[in-house]
């Protein structure tokens, strides 16, 4: 898929209790890079039951990642039998995001007002983006 390949690893969490509460994992300003490549730096999001994150670094920009991403989730989507598919948070000036949402017939329904903590610095808002299925 991705034109770069730094390493592959497998990793396997199995996790053997009862999930209580609302949250399942949370990153706080996580960065990761390696000599002379820096793939994300000061990521933090709460991973809520049921959700799925794409996520590409920088490195990986403008290769096609995320509209193949986008594709394989739309989809994956009919496959199963969804009717619709709901983006809670697109960052507002994620431009990329944005745009390859709309060439896929995402539609933005709302805007939540400074709900993204961007670059450690400042609160900006999302989109919450939807498309119908068939």
């Known amino acids: 898929?991705?034109?770069?390949?730094?390493?592959?690893?497998?990793?396997?969490?199995?996790?053997?209790?009862?999930?209580?509460?609302?949250?399942?994992i949370e990153f706080h300003n996580v960065s990761k890079s390696y000599p002379g490549l820096n793939l994300f730096e000061s990521f933090s999001y709460k991973f809520r039951p049921g959700e799925k994150v794409g996520i590409i670094g920088k490195a990986y920009r403008s290769q096609g990642l995320g509209k193949l991403m986008m594709k394989f989730a739309i989809e994956k989507s009919i496959e199963l039998g969804f009717k619709a598919l709901q983006l809670n948070l697109v960052v507002v000036n994620n431009h990329a995001s944005i745009k390859i949402c709309k060439d896929y017939g995402f539609k933005v329904i709302g805007t939540l007002p400074k709900a993204f903590y961007y670059k450690q610095r400042e609160y900006v808002d999302a989109f919450v983006m939807y498309k119908e299925l068939s």
Do not use: D, T
């Not at 730094?6 to 996790?15: D, N, T």
């Open 1 to 24: 898929m991705a034109s770069k390949k730094l390493e592959e690893r497998q990793v396997e969490l199995e996790i053997n209790m009862p999930r209580i509460g609302g949250k399942i």
